[in-house]
């Protein structure tokens, strides 16, 4: 991704993150826990799964806390069948 590219992707992701003002709903703390990573915030991103409490979201939190431990902001396969 160029320079520009970046500055795009992450003005865009931190508009989604303003839009998204709710944090009682675990699939939208988990979709911004996983903005937050992809943009190399670890310790927000764990902050936000520590949060979660619905079991459904179990296989996402293993992952993406993986993904935080290795400083990983690229996409990672949270789990296959």
């Known amino acids: 991704m160029n320079e520009k590219d970046k500055i795009v ?3 865009n992701c931190r508009a989604i993150l303003a839009a998204m003002a709710d944090d009682s ?8 826990a996983e903005i937050h990573r992809n943009l190399g915030e670890f310790d927000k991103c764990k902050s936000l799964l520590g949060i979660i409490k619905g079991p459904r979201y179990s296989p996402y ?4 806390r993986k993904a935080c431990d290795a ?5 990672v396969l949270v789990f296959s069948d």
Not at 61 to 64: E, F, G, K, N, R
Not at 71 to 75: D, Y
């Open 9 to 11: 992707y992450d003005e």
């Open 25 to 32: 709903d675990d699939a939208a703390l988990l979709t911004k």
């Open 61 to 64: 939190l293993v992952s993406i």
């Open 71 to 75: 400083k990983n902001t690229f996409t």
